[in-house]
């Protein structure tokens, strides 16, 4: 897909999520960032120290994946200046990830100007779903202002 929306904030949030504190958890890439809808993509490569028991990525990091792609989405939607906090999230480990890539992808359900709701999947690169998620999440805007 192809980055759809406001090319300033889409920058800004390229910027912002291709480094650190993503960089701890192994960001490869954001794939897309859709500013008119609430949707991003970012890929995620595991490697071996992410791993628990022959090679499967423990669940800390999968769940650190969907989350901080729910929150791409949603500063993608209500601005690249807002934080994000999440307030509750639920994952559900379908399948196991192994060492390799993995795409995360997430969209905003609802927000108003300080509470938002949004979904996330965590697949492998062949499309199997390895996770789900959705959270609720406070937001407080212009928190990145320079």
């Not at 980055?3 to 999520?17: A, P, W, Y």
């Not at 800390?60 to 690249?80: E, N, P, Y």
Request: glycine content about 10%; overall charge positive; some cysteine.
């Amino acid at each position: 897909m192809k980055d759809l929306g406001n090319l300033d904030s889409i920058k800004k949030l390229r910027k912002m999520f291709s480094g650190y504190p993503q960089s701890t958890l192994g960001i490869d890439e954001v794939l897309y960032i859709d500013t008119q809808k609430g949707i991003a993509a970012a890929r995620y490569i595991a490697n071996e120290s992410m791993c628990h028991s022959g090679g499967i990525v423990q669940g800390g990091f999968i769940t650190g994946w969907i989350d901080a792609v729910m929150a791409l989405a949603c500063m993608s939607k209500c601005g690249a200046d807002v934080l994000v906090l999440t307030l509750e999230i639920k994952v559900n480990f379908l399948n196991s990830a192994t060492i390799g890539k993995n795409i995360s992808t997430a969209k905003v359900i609802k927000n108003t100007k300080s509470i938002a709701f949004i979904e996330g999947k965590l697949e492998n690169v062949e499309g199997k779903l390895i996770a789900n998620g959705t959270c609720t999440a406070k937001l407080k805007p212009n928190f990145y202002t320079n």
